[in-house]
């Protein structure tokens, strides 16, 4: 088998997402509105605690450079998921499975088409807060690589996740993945230190990939620098969710394959 | 272009293919036929390798499913009454999609044949979800057709079809039976229509294949008037016709 006749396969995943874009509002408008509000609320808010500060630390920067890097993870994680239900909606399984496509190649075609929406909403969050709030975001560095990088791959590993979940439980499940980030968000330290949290929520706190990259950027934005050893704590952690995403997306794929659920999705279940 | 031997489903205790083996040749339109449950479209979602077997083998155009999937599959495409295309995609944009997966050359213009060929030159930008049923079927066989399959698996494939347009497709798949280096699988509850299209047919009960034949000269061998009649003496009868 060709690399060049898995391209075209990808190609093909990536090309019906386009085309739904392409074709409606509805699914372009919310790529950014939320993102936006987002900024614009935040925005306000750290101008709100700079009046309060005694205007020795700027919140600019702390807050909206936070909720843009979350919210980059947060994209990154819908690009994947929300192609996944495009499948879902239109009751597309077995056409897509029954064709030659390998599970490899489907699951590529939408992470890129993540990486392609994630990267473009970036770029308008990034415009919107300079524009209107004067952050400053590249003051970070050259460790806006790295960050980004670690976000955009745990976005990723919780959307394959997140589709493994759909799979295995059916169109209903749906609502199981919206909330994911909110629930994740209080552990990921987005906003404060891990310091702020008590002792036991610290160790869970550590678990979750994100939160060495929002200590990291803290600690960039305050002059401290990131340290070697978080960053690859977080290399490592980000590493295995992707990995065990992977694995339970498989799973899932293979049981639905020998139960015969993949024929039978809209009845959510067979067992 | 298809050999299935000994193949078997089981959910648990329940038993939905019992061991079935058959073939199907170049240029055969064979039927697949029975009541409901007697585990046609299980075999047919074997054979499109979205449910695994229990034991058995499938092996299309000297590909073994179990260790060629992709290869298999290639060759292989199906249209099916529970399996419509993509509503928010127009028609040319769903066969585009569906040529680039089953890697058709020369896409683009195969497409336009496809389109002139099932009558869809009209609605090429219309999304398919806005089709009648019957428009929604020309479309799922233009896509089955992409790939000039060598196995063609069609699960009631004229269901919703006017009887003009459905006489119009069974000649359309008789051509492509006859034209091309392949085999057709066809189900369908239409006695009439199988008797037209059908060289052999084979009635499925329970999971088991229980009679195989010409489909003209076999209700005679039961001692039966019609294929229909035959039809319900399987259905509601079928240890009458075991051995």
């Known amino acids: 088998m060709t690399m060049g006749a898995s391209l075209r396969r990808v190609a093909a995943i990536l090309l019906r997402l386009f085309y739904l874009l392409r074709g409606s509002s509805a699914r372009v408008v919310p790529l950014f509105a939320w993102q936006a509000v987002d900024i614009v609320l935040w925005g306000f808010i750290s101008r709100y605690l700079n009046t309060l500060s005694s205007a020795r630390f700027n919140f600019i920067p702390a807050l909206l450079g936070a909720i843009i890097l979350w919210d980059f993870l947060v994209r990154a994680l819908h690009g994947v998921i929300v192609a996944f239900f495009e499948d879902v909606w239109s009751r597309n399984f077995l056409n897509i499975f029954a064709a030659p496509i390998a599970i490899s190649e489907y699951l590529t075609g939408l992470v890129l088409f993540s990486v392609a929406t994630s990267v473009v909403v970036l770029a308008v969050m990034v415009v919107l807060a300079t524009a209107a709030f004067g952050l400053q975001f590249f003051t970070i560095g050259v460790m806006l690589v790295p960050f980004l990088l670690l976000l955009f791959l745990f976005g990723v590993a919780l959307g394959i996740f997140g589709a493994a979940i759909v799979l295995r439980w059916g169109p209903a499940a749906e609502w199981l993945i919206w909330p994911l980030p909110a629930l994740l968000s209080p552990l990921a330290c987005v906003f404060y230190p891990l310091s702020a949290l008590p002792g036991w929520l610290q160790w869970v706190a550590r678990l979750v990939p994100p939160t060495y990259v929002f200590e990291g950027m803290r600690g960039v934005l305050e002059g401290r620098g990131t340290q070697l050893t978080p960053m690859l704590i977080c290399t490592a952690l980000t590493t295995l969710a992707l990995l065990a995403a992977c694995r339970a997306f498989l799973r899932v794929y293979r049981h639905a394959v020998r139960t015969g659920l993949i024929a039978r999705y809209s009845a959510e279940t067979v067992s | ?243």
């Open chain 2, 1 to 243: 272009m298809l050999v299935v031997k000994g193949l078997g489903k089981r959910y648990g205790f329940t038993v939905a293919l019992d061991g079935i083996s058959f073939q199907v040749g170049c240029h055969e339109i064979v039927g697949l036929l029975g009541p409901n449950g007697a585990g046609k479209t299980t075999t047919i979602n074997i054979v499109l390798s979205v449910l695994e077997p229990s034991f058995g083998r499938v092996i299309i155009d000297g590909m073994d499913i179990a260790t060629h999937r992709r290869e298999a599959l290639e060759r292989t495409n199906f249209t099916a009454v529970y399996a419509p295309l993509p509503g928010n995609l127009t028609v040319w944009q769903n066969l585009r999609v569906f040529a680039m997966l089953y890697g058709v050359p020369s896409a683009r213009a195969r497409i336009e044949a496809l389109l002139h060929e099932y009558d869809l030159l009209q609605f090429r930008n219309t999304k398919c979800g806005l089709l009648s049923s019957g428009e929604q079927t020309r479309v799922s066989l233009a896509k089955a057709m992409l790939n000039q399959p060598r196995l063609l698996l069609l699960d009631e494939p004229t269901a919703s079809l006017d009887p003009a347009s459905a006489r119009e497709i069974r000649s359309r798949i008789r051509e492509f039976a006859a034209q091309n280096e392949a085999g057709v699988l066809w189900t369908s509850h239409n006695m009439y229509e199988v008797s037209e299209v059908c060289s052999r047919v084979l009635f499925v009960s329970h999971g088991k294949i229980l009679l195989e034949g010409d489909p003209k000269t076999l209700p005679a061998e039961y001692g039966k008037e019609s294929l229909e009649d035959l039809f319900v003496t399987v259905a509601r009868e079928p240890l009458s016709l075991e051995d």
